[in-house]
């Protein structure tokens, strides 16, 4: 299918052809894009959603690609990135509201900097809002889930619709976007007023944290596997010997063994191999079965 000439002059906003998908993922692994879109606003979105839906044209969506590890063969049709190009916040009394593809790290600083509370313990996650809500990222005891009122997002058709906290079905590092196929628009989030000093000491506290146990300056989709009831997975990985472990440009951090990282130019196949040998390896010395937290995407 020629993309090019099937998107000129529709209005839809900018699109790139033939882009490498590893310069939008964490991981930097990831094959083509026949057609990738930079929506810059609702608009554009539902309209774009809607050529596409209306031409047959398979579509997909990614974020900031922090918990994606993207085939080597790329992903076919067109793949809408929602990230820094999809990106606002508005604060109206305790109440936050920002776009799908904001950076965490920058609505909760909006908050925290004029003492609302309550995205202290998230604020560190890689990653844009929309991700978040997907995943009901959480971290040191909260979770996204704990904060939000209100979700918009669209179908693939590119209708909206509007959700409250239980329309969600939150549960652990899962929610209704993916129950049905929905992508996020914006996320309301209800804060509490504290005082600043407090509020940007406990946003510190957790910054630190982070940054001293994890090996956020390495090309990695963050925790790369769920927690198993009854243990953790960085634990399990630890005990079986495995801090360092290494294939090829795989490998375990040092510094977190929740955390696998491309430390070169591993391809998405050698990833998912030395993601599946750690779990094996993991299975075979604990009894513990290790799930991928990390979503595989495009063409396999």
Known sequence: ????????????????????????????????????ALPGTVDELEALLKFNYENKIETSVIGKGTNLLVS????????????????????????????????????????????????????????????AIAMNAGAYGG?????????????????????????????YRHSRVFEDNLIVVSAKFKLKPDDKRLVIDRFKDYRDRRTSKQPLDKKSAGSTFKRPEGSYASKLIDECGLRGFREGDCQVSEKHCGFIINTGDATCNEMLAFINHVAAIVKEKTG???????????EL
């Open 1 to 36: 299918m020629d993309y090019k000439s099937l998107y000129e002059n529709k209005n839809l906003g900018q699109i790139l052809f033939g882009e490498e998908l590893k310069n939008y993922t964490n991981f930097g692994i990831g094959g083509l894009a026949d057609a990738l």
């Open 72 to 131: 080597d063969k790329g992903i076919r049709g067109c793949v809408i990135v929602l990230a820094d190009n999809f990106d606002d916040v508005k604060i109206e009394d305790d109440c936050l509201t920002a776009l799908s593809g904001t950076a965490l790290i920058k609505a909760s600083r909006a908050a925290i900097e004029i003492g609302l509370a309550g995205m202290e313990e998230i604020s560190g996650i890689p990653g844009s809002v929309g991700g």
């Open 288 to 298: 513990f079965t290790l799930e991928r937290e990390v979503k595989l995407v495009g």
């Open 143 to 171: 979770e996204i889930k704990d904060i939000v009122v209100e979700v918009k997002a669209f179908d693939y058709e590119g209708n909206l619709h509007t959700f409250n906290n239980d329309d969600m079905h939150f549960s």
